[in-house]
């Protein structure tokens, strides 16, 4: 940390618009398996915080793209989905030894954490105006547009896929998941914007309303059911009961806020534990620890979903 202290502080001076920045102190944010994340304490500048976001080479959530996620908060700007401010990008690696972006420091806790500053309908609200957004403002260039949204969900597929290769993971179950996801993509649906990880930590707020939605790395156009899949499956990991995807808490609130039918909510249910189950594997193979769930209980999760889809 302290080696690029010194060079983000000349960085922030001669190309990020703060002259006489001093940075005093780089603390990491959790971020689990997303881009490394700073908090940067600053003196003489206008701001008395940023966040810096540095790009990983590898990882879960691999290939990163800390630029494409600048740029996706710059067009999400004044729009219903509050998003942190962009300071800057910097695509040039030797800066710091990686690309990385400069984003406004958001000072609200995230929902895990937030108590009575959150509200759950606020959050379903939120997720729901996400999915409203006009993708169309994004450019293709930043987020490629898939021409059906079984394409879309066929490329979130491949995506886990050549992840789970990428790790050189050896698993029947995930396997048996791999070939009946491919086999199962449904021809419903429609194209949305989705945010790619809509987990509580990722929502900040104060007084009840959400002030903004940070991390967007696994952004992409796709089925609005695979943001709405990933909180069902993850209520499950937290000890929900299992039980028809579509009557789950979070499902049935959010049909009710966003007027869509989450019929066939038990494909993207699947999608996801199958990632989560995947994630469990990647993390205990690379880090000296282990997510909050077990693996037990991902396959077990996994093995119900696959038997309800196949």
């Not at 990722?202 to 007084?207: A, I, S, V, W, Y």
Request: with cysteine.
């Amino acid at each position: 940390m302290r080696d690029i202290q010194p060079r983000f502080e000349t960085w922030l001076r001669q190309e990020g618009e703060m002259p006489r920045a001093v940075v005093t102190s780089m603390a990491p944010v959790e971020g689990g398996a997303s881009n490394v994340t700073l908090r940067v304490e600053l003196e003489g500048a206008a701001v008395p915080a940023v966040v810096l976001r540095l790009q990983r080479e590898t990882g879960i959530f691999q290939p990163y793209d800390v630029a494409r996620e600048g740029e996706i908060l710059r067009a999400l700007a004044n729009t219903a989905v509050p998003v942190p401010g962009v300071l800057a990008i910097e695509r040039n690696a030797t800066v710091l030894g990686a690309p990385f972006v400069v984003l406004e420091w958001v000072d609200a806790p995230h929902m895990g954490v937030a108590g009575g500053e959150a509200d759950f309908g606020a959050f379903t609200a939120m997720v729901a105006a996400i999915h409203n957004e006009d993708w169309r403002r994004i450019p293709p260039d930043v987020l490629p547009r898939p021409t059906t949204v079984a394409e879309a969900t066929r490329t979130e597929v491949a995506l886990v896929a050549a992840r789970i290769d990428a790790f050189g993971l050896q698993s029947p179950l995930l396997d048996r998941g791999h070939e009946l996801l491919q086999e199962h993509i449904p021809s419903d649906g429609e194209l949305c914007l989705c945010q790619g990880d809509v987990n509580v930590f990722n929502f900040l707020f104060r007084e009840r309303e959400v002030v903004a939605v940070v991390d967007w790395e696994q952004a992409h156009i796709g089925d609005p059911r695979s943001d709405i899949g990933q909180l069902v499956a993850l209520s499950h990991l937290k000890g929900a009961p299992f039980g028809e995807a579509r009557e789950m808490p979070f499902a049935r609130t959010y049909e009710a806020v966003s007027g869509r039918s989450m019929a066939g909510l038990e494909y993207f249910r699947a999608l996801w534990a199958w990632q989560l189950s995947f994630i469990y594997r990647a993390w205990v193979a690379s880090n000296d620890s282990a997510p909050w769930y077990t693996g037990d209980e991902a396959d077990s999760l996994l093995d119900r979903c696959l038997a309800e889809i196949g």
